[in-house]
């Protein structure tokens, strides 16, 4: 799974329980897409998640 580069949000795991409490693995993912962004002065090609990309803490290429 793919974990964001910036602030390293990745998948969390845990139980989904159902209405008679039956419990099941559940795996909640992170919404991370791939994109390039500016390191150093030059273009690299990066998992970053949409909330450091609506925030403004990376520079796309």
């Known amino acids: ?31 991370v897409k791939s994109v390039k962004i500016m390191v150093n002065g030059a273009a690299k090609k990066t998992y970053v998640c949409t909330s450091c990309l609506r925030s403004g803490k990376v520079e796309r290429a």
């Not at 799974?1 to 209405?19: D, L, P, Q, R, T």
Request: overall charge positive; glycine content about 4%; hydrophobic content about 35%.
């Open 1 to 31: 799974m793919a974990k964001c580069a910036i602030c390293e949000k990745s998948a969390h795991f845990g139980n989904a329980v159902s209405h008679s409490h039956r419990r099941s693995n559940k795996m909640w993912k992170a919404n």
